[in-house]
């Protein structure tokens, strides 16, 4: 019997919640198709703040080292928002963990039932279908990590900040085949997102771009938007695209964009995949849900388990290659929802469940 070795870091305030629906139906799913599951949980974010003094303690480091997967929550909030900025919880976990594994390629559904139609801020008749695009955005390069990235006093007193936008043509073609990956898993359109009118690394971006698909891939259809077009046409035609690829600040803004006009934080989901290879000869990731720890609704047990459920699913898919047990989650979230099981964040006005009802709901549909 395989067995899924993965690390679970839980995190803060609605991450245990959502957390543990998600386990229990990667259990289920688990008996189901005959794999077992080897998880270790250790803390991270505030929780580890509060328990070993550091967001990102070495002994978690070491449970993720050791494992093929990482299942993430989310960090942060309140509690722990007066620390100054480089020890808070997001910064001193997320962007770390990002690092040491090499997380450079993070893949957002941006996914909206038709069924949930009336939870994006579009337009109804903009979105009959509802919507179904993917964006990748590279998560290890760019403004975020380059150097140098300082504030001086300049001789006549002025203050000036500088951040650095760097890219290598090696880190602009592994986004590339990831991307490549997921258009050819769909409807074979990628869409490359920069700003080559303004930026050299845009125009390295685009001329890297255009020619590793050229050569690896010329049954993908390639397109080119600048940026802030690209944030204007989301807004008002999503589903013209099918995959976008983008660089990390771009992809930053245009994914919490796709974020608001999918509706629900509660159903997103995202994966970010290393460099790295895990045991299995497949890749490394952390997989979390898009929104962070929903401090105004935690402890009430009324969070959305399906984004956490959903990414544990991503997990089965990109790190342990099990796409038929992934695409049965995803269908048994879609059929709990759509049939009419729904938690506050999706029931606009109707009856409404708590997390451990929704997560039952989706158990009873696999
Ligand atoms: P948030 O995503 O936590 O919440 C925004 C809104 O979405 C809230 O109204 C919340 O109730 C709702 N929401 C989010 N997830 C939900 C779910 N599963 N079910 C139902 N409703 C849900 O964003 P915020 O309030 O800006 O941030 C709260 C804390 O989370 C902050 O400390 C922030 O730094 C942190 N955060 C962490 C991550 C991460 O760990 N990756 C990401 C974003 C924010």
């Not at 991270?44 to 990482?70: F, K, M, N, Y």
């Not at 964006?135 to 300049?154: D, H, N, S, V, W």
């Not at 929104?291 to 609704?297: E, K, L, R, V, Y």
Request: with cysteine; hydrophobic share 45%; charged share 20%.
């Amino acid at each position: 019997m395989p067995t899924l070795k993965f690390a679970v870091l839980a995190g803060d305030y609605i991450g245990p919640e959502v957390m543990a629906e998600a386990l229990r139906v990667l259990g289920h799913v688990a008996r189901q198709e005959g794999f077992a599951l080897d998880y270790t949980e250790a803390a991270v974010g505030g929780a580890a703040i509060d328990r070993h003094g550091a967001a990102l303690p070495e002994s978690t480091l070491q449970t993720c080292a050791a494992a093929d997967a990482i299942l993430f929550g989310s960090v942060g909030g309140p509690k722990w928002e007066k620390l100054p900025p480089n020890q808070q919880p997001e910064r001193a976990a997320l962007l770390p963990l990002r690092k040491h594994f090499t997380l450079f390629a993070n893949i957002r559904p941006g996914l909206l039932y038709r069924e949930l139609a009336d939870a994006s801020p579009l337009k109804s008749e903009r979105i009959p279908d509802g919507i179904d695009i993917v964006c990748i955005r590279e998560l290890t390069g760019g403004l975020y990590f380059g150097q140098p990235k300082a504030t001086t006093t300049l001789p006549d007193g002025d203050i000036q900040a500088v951040d650095t936008m760097v890219y290598r043509r090696s880190e602009i073609e592994r986004i590339t085949a990831t991307a490549i990956t997921a258009a050819r898993a769909r409807r074979k359109r990628l869409c490359s997102v920069d700003k080559a009118n303004v930026l050299e690394t845009s125009v390295l971006w685009r001329k890297t771009v255009t020619e590793y698909v050229a050569k690896h891939a010329p049954d993908v259809t390639l397109s080119h938007m600048y940026v802030d077009n690209a944030a204007m046409q989301l807004a008002r035609d999503p589903n013209q695209f099918d995959v976008f690829v983008t660089e990390n600040m771009f992809g930053d803004i245009l994914s919490d964009e796709m974020a608001v006009i999918c509706g629900s934080l509660g159903m997103l989901s995202s994966a970010s995949l290393g460099a790295k290879q895990n045991s299995l000869g497949l890749p490394f990731g952390l997989y979390e849900p898009a929104g962070g720890t929903a401090p105004d609704i935690a402890g009430k047990s009324i969070a959305n388990p399906c984004a956490q459920i959903l990414s544990a699913a991503l997990m089965l898919r990109y790190s342990f290659g099990l796409e038929k047990p992934a695409a049965r989650i995803e269908a048994a979230v879609r059929a709990a929802v759509t049939s009419g099981t729904r938690t506050g964040d999706i029931a606009f006005g109707r009856p409404s469940v708590g997390t451990q009802a929704m997560a039952d709901a989706v158990i009873a549909r696999l």
